[in-house]
């Protein structure tokens, strides 16, 4: 049973430093410091504001296709024996995955703003993808880093940037994936602070990141409860998504904190076994530090170092992670777990022959899970998995593993 | 009276203007660091800045990046950079020695470890690139309580009202940060800087100092007209980066650059 929490929440996380608990804050270097404040004065004007809303609303309708369905996997349901599995389908959206939700959101911001330029940082792909299409429709200048590591196994969504007009720069310092690409971005907003909009694409970074962005996102949970509700009369017994940065998870989660009987969990990454230390589950195996603006759960050494990650996710190869979920991870409310490769794998292909439905390998950890729970569960009980996205960019990684390989 | 401010009394009695150069420690093998920081001594470093290694150093270029990864790769932790002051403070009892770097190996020891193993290992001050004021309570009266100087910086960024309230949390001196960028980034264009230095005088007396951007004597004299410090970290670090085959040739070659450096300030100090 989770823990309660009440309605006090929705006030109180995060409080006017950016807290959540202890985690949270702004963590950044001093050129930066009255470009967050800028921005957080700038979101909280237009978040009430009308004509924002407006517009927004506009375009998560007819440019995203929103609402997105909530779906019924009855082949599925069957098959697992247990709860009734219903599907979240961000993998519908515009651009494939829930990352649009927020892109959408913060490239309105920036116009407001008067940024004639946007960075972003992408892991998968799909939130640079999603950068630049806003940022082709906008007529703005796009900059993607994107860590040299996944530019190989992603290789079809730098070409999609590439052809929106982005220009994807490949980082090779460190281990070459998402955290490197972040401090690259870093550093691009520290030297062109001036014109420049940093686009994160997760409920990472510096306060007001982490709000904005879930308050983004939160279109799913939002659409989620009253869909479920009208589909059955009640709510979900269980929530299930996975966590990269955490950003559809808490996108699904946050309108349901208040409803006792909700359960919740975030799925990470276990990689290769979270024993055999390759893997990305902070939440599960890691210890409380501050990276990339925010104090959170961190994957590092005794002596602070930020270690690798592994995953076969390149969305959830991330070493650090929301700080809303470090302080639900506290207090209880919502649970972590993790789930290996192999069986994020196995997921991938049993929702594809079993449904129809592709997804992507990031979505295909919260449907191993699932897949777990589900036969534990009675048949009268509701259980919602986020389908966060498409596997069309997992091709490449999926075709590998079977020992394709499409550029021969 | 903290080593820090001693050292700028002195100096400012002389007419003098200090001059900061800064490693990281470890670079490029553990060994040098001791040598070098006596090197830069001798070569006319009034203050020592030692940068602790981080393996995502955001506020960081290439060059300064590529110190941490050399260091780390000896897996040097903030256990050995205190141990490397140890050393040092066994030949040099004067010369403050300042650590610089990120919050979370510094987090990962505890703030309270830190503070007191800073203290016996006879650092005399600390700047926490990522760890603002509005982070900096617990860490603040820690250091404090140990006598330990909290520097800050400040960035062409930042407004009026933030210089003075980074001047209330601030000790020892401000580190003016020169450009909008990571280090090693672009030459500093110094009349820019004298306009927004005149703004943090009028919030604070503790000296400045200024740093990014200065690459050769020249750069540190033009400087040196403005500022109370002259701070020079990348050029130094290149040097090292060029002799990591060699590193026994190291201390020379730092301090070769650095005399340079020095001389052009001197000069100047003079005409004044
Ligand atoms: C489809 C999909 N799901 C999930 C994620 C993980 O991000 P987050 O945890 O912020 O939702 C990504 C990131 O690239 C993604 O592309």
């Known amino acids: 049973m989770a823990k309660q929490v009440g309605n006090e929440y929705y006030e109180s996380y995060p409080n006017e430093e950016g807290h959540f608990g202890p985690y949270g804050g702004r963590f950044v270097g001093e050129t930066l410091m009255e470009a967050i404040y800028a921005l957080e004065t700038a979101y909280n004007r237009y978040k ?11 375009d998560l309708a007819d440019f995203v296709g929103r609402p997105s369905p909530l779906y019924l996997a009855e082949n599925w349901t069957q098959k697992m024996g247990g709860a009734q599995i219903y599907l979240k389908r961000e993998d519908l959206n515009h651009t ?52 040299a590591a996944d530019v190989k196994r992603q290789a079809q969504n730098v070409y999609r940037m590439k052809l929106l007009g982005a220009e994807v720069i490949p980082v090779e310092s460190g281990s070459r994936t998402l955290k490197d690409a972040l401090n690259e971005a870093l550093r691009d907003w520290v030297t062109n602070v001036d014109d420049t909009f940093y686009i994160i694409g997760t409920v990472a970074g510096p306060h007001p990141y982490p709000a904005m962005v879930r308050d983004f996102q939160t279109i799913i949970g939002r659409e989620a409860r009253s869909q479920i509700l009208q589909a059955t009369g009640k709510l979900p017994d269980a929530l299930v998504a996975c966590i990269g940065g955490g950003s559809n998870a808490i996108g699904l989660f946050h309108p349901f904190i208040a409803d006792e009987s909700v359960d919740m969990y975030g799925v990470e990454g276990a990689g290769h076994g979270i024993e055999t230390g390759q893997h990305s589950a902070p939440l599960c195996a890691g210890a409380p530090g501050v990276l990339h603006g925010n104090r959170t759960y961190l994957m590092q050494d005794e002596n602070g170092q930020i270690i690798e990650t592994h995953s076969i996710s390149a969305g959830l190869d991330y070493p650090g992670v929301g700080p ?62 986020n389908l966060s996205g498409r596997g069309d960019k997992d091709m490449h990684t999926v075709a590998a593993l079977a020992g394709l390989n499409f550029e021969e | 009276m903290s080593r820090i401010s001693q050292c700028f009394e002195n100096l400012k009695a002389d007419g003098q203007t200090a001059l900061i150069p800064y490693v990281t420690a470890g670079d490029p093998e553990p060994w040098v660091t001791v040598p070098v920081m006596h090197a830069l001594v001798e070569a006319g470093a009034d203050i020592l800045e030692l940068g602790i290694p981080f393996s995502d150093p955001m506020s960081d270029g290439p060059v300064i990046q590529k110190a941490c990864e050399r260091a780390l790769k000896y897996e040097v932790s903030l256990i050995h950079v205190f141990d490397m002051v140890k050393k040092f403070r066994e030949k040099d009892t004067d010369t403050p020695v300042v650590l610089m770097g990120y919050a979370n190996p510094i987090e990962a020891m505890g703030y309270k470890m830190f503070a007191q193993l800073a203290q016996q290992a006879g650092v005399d001050g600390v700047l926490t690139v990522d760890l603002p004021p509005e982070e900096s309570d617990e860490f603040l009266s820690l250091m404090d309580e140990h006598g330990i100087d909290t520097i800050f910086l400040v960035a062409p960024t930042t407004s009026k009202e933030r210089m003075a309230k980074i001047a209330q949390y601030a000790k020892g001196f401000i580190y003016y940060i020169s450009i909008k960028g990571v280090t090693g980034s672009a030459a500093l264009d110094v009349s820019s800087v004298e306009a927004k230095l005149a703004d943090l005088r009028s919030c604070t007396d503790l000296p400045v100092g200024v740093g990014f951007g200065i690459r050769d004597g020249q750069s540190a004299a033009a400087v040196a007209n403005v500022a109370d410090a002259v701070v020079v970290g990348s050029t130094l670090v290149r040097c090292i980066e060029e002799h990591a085959d060699r590193p026994e040739e190291l201390p020379a070659a730092v301090a070769g650059l650095l005399a340079e450096m020095r001389h052009a300030i001197n000069a100047r100090d003079m005409a004044k």
Not at chain 1, 99 to 128: D, F, P, S, W, Y
Not at chain 1, 364 to 383: N, V
């Open chain 1, 324 to 385: 809303e979920h470090a302080w639900l991870k506290d207090i209880g409310r919502a649970k972590y777990v993790a789930v290996t490769d192999d069986e994020a794998l196995q997921a991938f292909h049993d929702l594809t022959r079993m449904e129809g439905i592709i997804p992507a390998l990031e979505s295909s950890h919260a449907l191993a899970y699932a897949s777990k729970l589900a036969p534990t569960m009675s048949s009268d009980q509701i259980l919602l998995v």
């Open chain 1, 96 to 147: 494939g995955a829930h990352k649009v939700n927020n892109t959408i959101g913060q490239a309105l911001l920036a116009k407001r703003m008067g940024k004639t330029r946007i960075i972003a940082e992408t892991g998968a792909g799909q939130h640079g993808v999603a950068t630049a299409t806003v940022a082709a429709r906008l007529g703005m200048e796009c900059v993607v880093y994107m860590g």
């Open chain 1, 48 to 58: 009430n504001d009308a004509d924002f809303q407006a517009e927004m609303d506009k």
